[in-house]
């Protein structure tokens, strides 16, 4: 009789977990392909949160290509908590060869249930950006680093990675390639063909909301979810380089217009680029303080026309422009960066502006005393403006001539649109008869 009992005994445990074992299985056919090739910005977190809605009842697995420089903390957070509630295991592919999964990007791979590298690949450097020294000891950086890492390390050795070099992306900015995330343990495998997904996944386990359950995948069917239009224009007008690069054409333009007025077109265009600049900079952190450097450089390039400095204005200039772009989107919440060799550009051509600046202007210095100085004399142009007078014998116009406007005098009256021809020109006092 007791061996009966022991033997009952011992099929209930076995059919006990048997059910237990098939209740936990995830059998995986259906995967939902997501791809982030930007920045960590709020289309990205956006066109994720959608993503997870689509994936939710009709797929068992969300598989996010990775690319990424980086981004803001706040959206990064928001993108760990939103794919931390979800019901299904998540994978992260940091890919194609030669892609980077660094700061923010670092930061979300680490709740992944799934981490995969390709070959030629890196993840790492997670470190809040340093603008001193004296910022190495401050409060709010150390309580902002301690809570990162704090995350970073919970996330991973939830997932059964190596919390510690989680840790040290953040702590010391290490970076790590393929080989070597797979010899420490930061990725559950390599992968190059998103065909062996099954092969690698198949078996594992997974905890998801503290329940374990097994893998399966035989068979995998991937089915890619794409941005939609807004979120892509979002994600465009949410790149650093782009908002850097409107800014700085359109003030560029704008200072043409003020220093050759030419029926403002320059200052049309350059309006419009400022106005695409500041949607950017509704999207991404903007430090006001480096915006203001940036605005400074240009009023002493404009000043150094005016002032006789002996180009020290222009240099001045210069260093604020520099600095001003190397700190544009660095603040407590980003890990954004405008590009290095961006700014070496900009700086390059405006140093090449300046010296023709400054030989033209010494070239008409030279010219100033000779018979053949620079005239309007003889030329056609067009009345563009009258102005109000109370000599009833001679009027005021504003014309425009080879795409200068000038003030001009004449005892005629002219109709606005009207063809008109320089008969003398005041240089002294910036005047022309007609």
């Not at 957070?77 to 194609?96: F, N, Q, R, S, V």
């Not at 043409?256 to 400022?274: D, H, N, R, T, Y």
């Amino acid at each position: 009789m007791r061996n009966l009992i022991s033997v009952i005994f011992f099929l209930i445990i076995i059919t006990n977990n048997l059910f237990a074992n098939t209740d936990n299985i995830i059998e995986v056919k259906k995967v939902l392909e997501l791809e982030i090739n930007s920045s960590i910005n709020p289309a990205t977190y956006n066109y994720i949160k959608e993503g997870i809605k689509k994936a939710q009842n009709n797929y068992q697995m969300i598989l996010i290509r990775l690319n990424t420089p980086g981004g803001l903390v706040s959206t990064t957070k928001d993108i760990i908590t939103a794919l931390g509630e979800i019901e299904i295991p998540t994978a992260i592919w940091i890919t194609p060869e030669g892609a980077s999964a660094t700061s923010a990007g670092a930061i979300i791979s680490s709740s992944a249930h799934f981490l995969f590298m390709s070959e030629g690949t890196n993840i790492g450097a997670a470190t809040p950006v340093q603008m001193g020294n004296d910022i190495k000891q401050d409060d709010l950086r150390k309580k902002a680093i301690n809570d990162l890492v704090a995350l970073v390390e919970s996330l991973s050795e939830a997932r059964g990675r190596n919390g510690a070099a989680f840790k040290e992306m953040i702590d010391k900015a290490s970076s790590f390639d393929t080989t070597e995330a797979l010899k420490k343990n930061i990725i559950n495998a390599k992968l190059n063909y998103i065909q062996d997904l099954g092969k690698i996944i198949n078996g594992k386990k997974v905890k998801i909301k503290g329940v374990e359950f097994t893998i399966s995948s035989n068979q995998i069917v991937f089915e890619k979810y794409e941005m939609d239009l807004g979120q892509k224009l979002l994600n465009i007008f949410a790149n650093p380089n782009l908002a850097y690069l409107f800014f700085i054409v359109g003030a560029a333009l704008i200072y043409l217009e003020l220093q050759a007025p030419g029926g403002m077109i320059a200052g049309s265009i350059g309006a419009i680029f400022l106005v695409l600049a500041g949607i950017s900079f509704q999207v991404l952190p903007l430090n006001f303080g480096a915006l203001a450097l940036i605005a400074l450089s240009f009023l002493l390039f404009i000043l150094e026309i005016y002032i006789t400095s002996f180009g020290i204005l222009s240099l001045g200039g210069l260093a604020s422009l520099f600095f001003g772009s190397s700190f544009l989107f660095r603040t407590s919440d980003s890990y954004l960066n405008v590009a290095t060799h961006l700014i070496y550009s900009t700086m390059g051509s405006v140093i090449i502006f300046m010296a023709i600046i400054t030989y033209f202007i010494v070239k008409d210095l030279k010219n100033r005393d000779k018979e053949d100085y620079y005239t309007l004399v003889g030329e056609t142009g067009e009345i563009s403006g009258v102005q109000e007078t109370s000599d009833k014998n001679e009027f005021e116009y504003e014309v425009k001539v080879n795409g200068e406007r000038w003030k001009a005098l004449s005892n005629k009256k002219y109709e606005l649109g009207q063809k008109i021809k320089i008969q003398k020109q005041d240089i002294e006092h910036m005047k022309l008869y007609i």
